[in-house]
């Protein structure tokens, strides 16, 4: 019954390589996020969407391509993987109803690039 | 945007209370303020969220005063699972397709110690 999870939870490839991390989210909010948390611990935004719709697109590479094929799935997938790319990617997804900023995040995903 | 400023880490013992200030000085008059913990290798989780004077819950109180410029989280008699790094965060709800850049700051380390 875990409300926000993301799969894989340990992602480890080479440079060069694509790769997808899902998240689903099982509380029936209408936005979702994906998050980046480097080595120091920052954790920045990438993406939002509200309903499928994109909402923040931040200054991310075009490597990185959200897609939200329905409101309870918003799925990353990176392109030619670089080793900035390493850190823990962390989803999450807030209700209509509440605050944005009311967050409910997922366990993360940590990519690890060789 | 608010930018948010707090101590990079606080150390205390168990059965005692903590209090970690968060300043924002750039605050907007739309502005909420959240704070989140995050426990190591999982995602954060909100803990509370005001917008002036008290707000209390059963984990935590938040004191903001009048001219909202900071905010302090209160955590009551902590134990040595409130090790986690606390984020104070800054932002405006606002939907409708307007883009809202909600920012993590750097967040305060607390160590509890028995």
């Known amino acids: 019954d875990t409300a926000v999870s993301q799969t894989p939870k340990y992602l480890v490839t080479q440079m060069g390589n694509d790769k997808s991390i899902k998240c689903e989210q099982n509380?029936?909010?209408?936005?979702m996020y994906w998050y980046k948390q480097d080595s120091k611990k920052f954790l920045k935004i990438m993406f939002s969407?509200?309903?499928?719709?994109?909402?923040i697109n931040e200054t991310v590479p075009n490597r990185f391509s959200p897609k939200s094929p329905d409101k309870a799935h918003l799925n990353l997938h990176i392109n030619s993987l670089e080793l900035g790319d390493s850190a823990v990617y962390f989803c999450?997804?807030?209700?209509?109803?509440?605050?944005?900023?009311?967050?409910?995040f997922g366990p993360g995903t940590r990519l690890l690039v060789l | 945007l608010a930018k948010t400023t707090q101590p990079i880490s606080m150390d205390s013992y168990e059965g005692q209370e903590v209090n970690i200030t968060c300043s924002h000085n750039?605050?907007?008059?739309?502005?909420?303020i959240t704070w989140y913990q995050q426990f190591p290798s999982q995602g954060p989780r909100f803990i509370i969220q005001?917008?002036?004077t008290k707000v209390t819950n059963e984990v935590a109180s938040l004191f903001i005063p009048a001219d909202r410029k900071s905010s302090t989280l209160s955590l009551p008699r902590v134990s040595l699972s409130d090790t986690a790094v606390y984020y104070c965060?800054?932002?405006?709800?606002?939907?409708?397709?307007?883009?809202?850049?909600?920012?993590f700051g750097t967040g305060t380390l607390l160590a509890v110690q028995p």
């Open positions: 969407y509200n309903n499928k719709e994109l909402i």
């Open positions: 005001g917008y002036k």
């Open positions: 999450a997804s807030s209700p209509p109803e509440g605050r944005q900023e009311t967050q409910y």
């Open positions: 750039n605050i907007a008059t739309n502005d909420y």
């Open positions: 965060l800054v932002g405006d709800a606002n939907y409708g397709g307007a883009t809202n850049k909600l920012i």
């Open positions: 509380l029936g909010h209408d936005t």
